[in-house]
């Protein structure tokens, strides 16, 4: 019974946000407004079951003096609940900056690691059919040092907008760089259309299958 | 005496700097030229720069010519000049304090300058008796202007007459510009004075100051009569009908307006119809033609590969990092890799980066363990949400390996894959960053649709091979079935898919036909 319940009220609010087809309307907001607020209450109770009790709250309830480096966590929050008023905001500096500080560190580490330095190795590539394993993959390659040449040289704002000797170059692999970006930014875009496309279809059997039960999942 | 050039007090002979204001007393100034303000040196009758007189005609030492000074004179003038001025704070200060500084010994000779000067008083006769003395204020009898000044300007305009002075010719262009006297136009008085009476154009008559110029009005230029073209006239009369033109009736303009958006609302919703349609119907006629002529891409192969080496009881970590706005591409990858994992018999960690998407993955990873026989705790387990910035992905691996998360997983080569479902490319990027580069443990990963051209890069790399395979949204869900053979929501989404995509082709076509063909058809009415 409940589950059939919750299957009205899914349906329900999917025709509600469809409604903005028709024009921004009173329903579509109303379901806005259930999503956000209950998005944010699902969120809490999932920070508070799968974070807090598990992670923080148990260990030191379980044994307090060999878990005690918990207790540092603990505080730095407490800290940051002083947030909440300017009077006393001061106090979560120190959190901030430490949540801040490793956020920074490993953002830093971690891209180096694993996108730069790899992506940098990948961007090295042979353009002899001989040594890319074909025509195809030498082509391909050619076409990968082009355009990574050409955004980056697009991307160089020091020179190159400006005619003079010197920069012709750097004009010509701009202008490779902007329709390598055109032509990237398309691909998004029709990668947007069709996952936009796939939302709709799961909705569509969601409302046709378990909605209405004219066909099967 | 010596009088200050500057304030004109008074200074006992040998000072060095006036009592009265301390202006070096040693150095006077020189002239300067009424033409163009350079400073000269005194001595010199016309300007160093421009060539102009600096003395009038009048006494200009035709008679008894002062005699130019040497240039190793006119040095030692300037240098002492210069000299003067470089100690010019230090005495600034002396006389400040009231330092009888002036009244030091007169070891200084005068000028010559001043002397030139003092022989041409005598000369003329202006010598001072010795011992008298000189009021305050009062110009020495040498200085004075002598009293035939004016008899002696007079023969001076009557030689320059005599020499030939032709007066200036004044050519026809510049005569053609002289503007035309007007009545009513009054001319300031100033401007009709005769010459200057004071300073060194005393008696030259014909300069002007500039209040008279600036006084003068400007001359009213007459307006030559217009004649329009024929062109501008008829546009102008045109104008003035459209302006005076009643307005036309209302109802005849928010009738055609009312046409207008009911005709673009008509197109619209023609749109979303077609969409609908070609959504829908395949879906209610159960169309199967995709599933049976689907071919599997490379990325989406490469990572059923990568999961079909897996050895029985491998341990696979999963993270399902997605929110229900993706969900519908999200869950059938996440359905289709979980089969095929329990399937090899894997043992599944599962986690999740986004709260939306531990509660969303749960329901996947329960009914496939129920069709498995898995039991939570032994086939797989689930360490639910983990915050998912920077330290989240890093913390569930440290997590595994040093804390004790989970019981399968002791080191870190006990990890034999990563399982990545990312609904939007930082959750991806993470994992990346921060487990997969530093810690070197392989990896595969199913995006959403919009994630895959950020995504796919990785895939590429193939010096890192840093994604062994790659599925896209619900196309690489359906080739994922279509490899493991498990028919599922996915394989039977593709007809809707693959005709909603010809639908919107076919739009975007006629939508450009249109709007090109209307500015054709514009462009030859005009």
Known sequence: MSEVFAVWIAAILTLMVYSYL?????????????FVGSSVGYAV???VHHVLRPRLIGPLLDDATANWPYFLPLLL?????MKARGSTAWVGNSSVAFLFGVGAALAIGGALVGSFLPQIQASWVSVSPETAGGAGAAVNNILLTVGTIGTLSYFYFTMGVRKGPGTGFLRFGSTIGRWVLLITLGAIYGNRVMAYVSLLIERVYFLLGDWMGLVGQ | MMECPECGAANKPDSRFCGECGQPLGT?????CPMCDTSNPPGITVCRLCGARLIPPGVSPSEVPLEPLKPGEEAATEAEGEGVEAVGDLAEDEIAEGVGVAEGPGE?????WLKKLEELAVEGGAEPEEGEDIERGELPEWLEVPPDFDEMLSEAARAADEEGVAPAEIPTWLEALRPEEEAGVEEPAEAEASGEVTGLLKGISGTLGIEPIL???RRAVPLEAVSPASAAYERAELFSAVVREPARRGVTLTERRRTEKLAVSMVRWMTYLILAAAVVVPILLGSTWSERNMTVGGSATAMYQAIEQLPPGAVVLVSQDYDPGVAGEMLPQARAVLHHLMERGARVINVSLTPE??????RVLDAVADDYGYVEGEGYQVLGYVVGVEAGPRSVVEGLLTAGWSDLVGDVEDIALIVEFAGAPEYLRLWLEQVQGPYGIPMVAGVSAT????ARPYYRNEANRQLLGLMTGLVGAAEYEQLSGESGPALASMDSQSVAHIVIILLILAGNVAYFGGRLTGRLTR
């Open chain 2, 451 to 454: 994630a895959d051209p950020f």
């Open chain 1, 22 to 34: 028709l024009a921004d309307n009173p329903l579509y907001r109303l379901a806005q407004h259930l």
């Open chain 1, 45 to 47: 109770v999932v920070v």
């Open chain 1, 77 to 81: 929050g407490l800290l940051l609940l």
């Open chain 2, 215 to 217: 006084a003068i009005p």
């Open chain 2, 108 to 112: 200084e000779t005068p000028p010559p």
């Open chain 2, 28 to 32: 006077p100034k020189g002239m300067t």
């Open chain 2, 357 to 362: 998407g531990a509660r969303l993955s749960m």
